[in-house]
């Protein structure tokens, strides 16, 4: 029953700000690495930014220094915050959680989330 719930996508002029937030719930291993991937159109899906239960985090070269990514262990929560918003961000958004035991691993995803950086 592991189901991922994203909001906070939507329409912003380039330079803009938005806050992704993802909701994972169910029964979920406390060791577990959670983050967000995107595709545009006509691309693969790619990664943005993932952060594990420890605390350590991974960032695409793209939005280093301008993406935050942050998390709540307790509630199982992970919050992409993106500032400076450029046109090529626009794309769905993925939440993603990945569970890892000795070599196999479980990944469960969220529906998506439109961003669309525009002027």
């Known amino acids: 029953q592991v189901q991922l719930m994203e909001s906070g996508g939507g329409l912003v002029q380039p330079g803009g700000s938005l806050r992704l937030s993802c909701a994972a719930s169910?029964?979920?291993?406390?060791?577990?690495?959670m983050g967000w991937y995107r595709q545009a159109p006509g691309k693969q899906r790619e990664l943005v930014a993932t952060i594990a239960s420890g605390g350590s985090t991974n960032y695409a070269a793209s939005v280093k220094g301008r993406f935050t990514i942050s998390r709540d262990n307790a509630k199982n929560t992970v919050v992409l915050q993106m500032d400076s918003l450029k046109p090529e961000d626009t794309a769905v958004y993925f939440c993603?959680?990945?569970?890892?035991?000795?070599?196999?691993?479980?990944?469960?995803w969220g529906q998506g989330t439109q961003v669309t950086v525009s002027s």
């Open positions: 993603n959680l990945a569970i890892r035991v000795l070599f196999a691993s479980s990944s469960y």
């Open positions: 169910g029964s979920i291993s406390s060791i577990n690495t």
